[in-house]
């Protein structure tokens, strides 16, 4: 299912973006796709970064009250995605996004919904550093704590889809470390996410920091 909608007229990269946004947030007690981020869902909020990038391609994956997240989502120019075994884990979203990707782009960046501070520049950095190093995976990286989101080659895309259960692909990661790149942060603020409602509080809090550079 596809959205309407225009997005920025800018060069496109061979990088196509997947949105975990199926979850149950069951730590949280309510749907954390639709907690409001700066005025706007949560899901969409993400959704609008990711567009804004110089990926060239979006889908986003729902499940868990899949009808009210795609409404949040209207006039956007992404793939919506059914997971209908949402309840089974993060990675049965994975490989729904994966299985919907499109066959002609080199890689995908794997986005989840609940870290709004991955933004534009963010994405941008990780997509060009992909495409300059001839990495398997690339992801971002604090004080030797690596982090999410993570771009993946379509090489692997068979072992991703063998994933199972709620632990994302930390197993394939691990497997091919001597192909992995990793971009180094200053400060670990894009890491943060919301699993609670404190979590969610703290995000909130800080939705306007200081302006601050990735360099």
Not at 47 to 69: I, P, T
Not at 101 to 123: G, N, W
Not at 143 to 158: M, T
Request: charged share 20%; net charge negative.
């Amino acid at each position: 299912m596809s959205t309407s909608g225009s997005r920025p007229d800018r060069p496109r990269s061979s990088v196509g973006g997947i949105l975990l946004a199926a979850g149950s947030s069951s730590r949280l007690g309510r749907p954390k796709q639709l907690l409001t981020f700066r005025g706007t869902p949560l899901v969409r909020y993400v959704a609008e970064q990711a567009l804004a990038s110089s990926l060239a391609y979006l889908n986003v994956v729902v499940g868990f009250q899949a009808a009210d997240v795609t409404a949040a989502l209207a006039g956007l120019k992404v793939d919506v995605v059914q997971n209908p075994s949402y309840a089974q884990g993060q990675s049965t979203s994975l490989r729904c996004g994966l299985l919907a990707f499109p066959r002609d782009l080199a890689a995908a960046l794997i986005l989840l919904v609940d870290q709004p501070f991955v933004d534009t520049l963010l994405m941008d950095r990780l997509i060009g550093l992909y495409e300059e190093s001839g990495a398997l995976i690339v992801a971002p990286q604090c004080a030797g704590r690596r982090g999410n989101p993570v771009i993946f080659d379509r090489a692997l895309f068979p072992e991703l889809l063998t994933v199972v259960g709620d632990t994302g692909a930390r197993d394939v990661i691990n497997r091919h470390r001597d192909r992995l790149v990793t971009l180094e942060l200053p400060d670990d603020h894009a890491f943060q996410d919301v699993d609670t409602w404190d979590d969610y509080q703290r995000v909130a809090a800080s939705a306007d920091p200081p302006a601050r550079s990735l360099e």
